[in-house]
């Protein structure tokens, strides 16, 4: 018996919805970003999954570029890392607070 | 026997994403982020995108999480370094609340999309390079060439933004 579709948007949502967890839950930059990492695959399932489903290449098409994407802003995001790291000594997100007005909160 | 195989690699994709946002070692949490990428290009093979399968073991397996890998360990992140989170768990409780009528509604929008005719009986070429690549350069040439661009730019944005300041 073949797998129906909806077990594989299901298994989209659910790591979707982990990779929100991970955002909103940890403080260290580095499983924020693979969290943000996760929440691209996860759509990218969705959209090879729907071009199963209807016969069609574009889906696919559209993940390719969601992965080429994702490598360039692997590279700025990590360069940016990199520098705030020499800036602050810290990978804690609660140091970075550089634009954050004085005085308040 | 196609099942069996979804089975095992949804477990290793959900086990690998449980890791990676539970562990407070950075670099284990990476370790489990290839595990879910992994599993992740086995789903695409079974949904019959060979190129794609490809594409994710060597871009994202090969080139973005061994660039991570790189940088964590080119700062030399220390587990005394890593931030404390005293109550990380109840924040990953609330974050499920608030995400689960979200997730509800996205079911039920695909929920519906079941009724539509299944063409998944597709040709035996389906996701091949040779398809793929007809697609692309007949129909998506004008994207392709803008994400080359993108690419240049963020290239030269790396660069700039790694580099160490001169003193002058």
């Keep these: ?105 | 026997m196609s099942d069996t195989i979804f089975l095992i690699l949804a477990l290793l994709a959900l086990f690998g994403a449980g890791t990676m946002i539970t562990v407070s070692n950075t670099v284990h949490s990476a370790l489990g982020f290839i595990v879910t990428i992994l599993a992740l290009s086995g789903l695409y093979a079974l949904l019959s995108a060979s190129f794609l399968f490809m594409v994710q073991i060597i871009v994202y397996a090969g080139a973005v999480i061994a660039l991570l890998l790189f940088v964590i360990m080119f700062l030399n992140i220390q587990s005394s370094h890593t931030p404390k989170e005293p109550n990380k768990y109840l924040f990953m409780l609330i974050s499920a609340i608030v995400m689960l009528p979200i997730d509800y509604l996205l079911f039920r929008a695909f929920y519906t999309m079941t009724d539509i005719e299944n063409f998944s009986i597709t040709s035996k070429d389906f996701g091949t390079v040779k398809m793929l690549g007809l697609e692309l350069f007949r129909n998506w040439l004008l994207p392709f060439e803008a994400i080359s661009l993108l690419l240049l730019v963020s290239l030269v944005g790396a660069v700039v933004m790694a580099r160490k300041k001169e003193r002058s």
């Design chain 1, 1 to 105: 018996m073949e797998v129906s579709f909806m077990s594989y948007i299901l298994l989209a949502i659910i790591l979707f919805s982990m990779g929100i967890m991970g955002v909103i839950s940890r403080k260290n930059i580095f499983i924020i970003y693979m969290s943000l990492e996760l929440m691209l695959n996860s759509i990218n399932l969705i959209l090879v999954t729907l071009s199963k489903h209807f016969g069609n290449m574009d889906g696919q098409i559209i993940a390719m570029m969601v992965i080429a994407i994702a490598a360039a802003e692997a590279a700025v995001f990590l360069s940016l890392i990199v520098s705030l790291y020499r800036l602050k000594h810290s990978i804690n997100i609660d140091d970075y607070n550089t634009l954050k007005q004085k005085g308040t909160l």
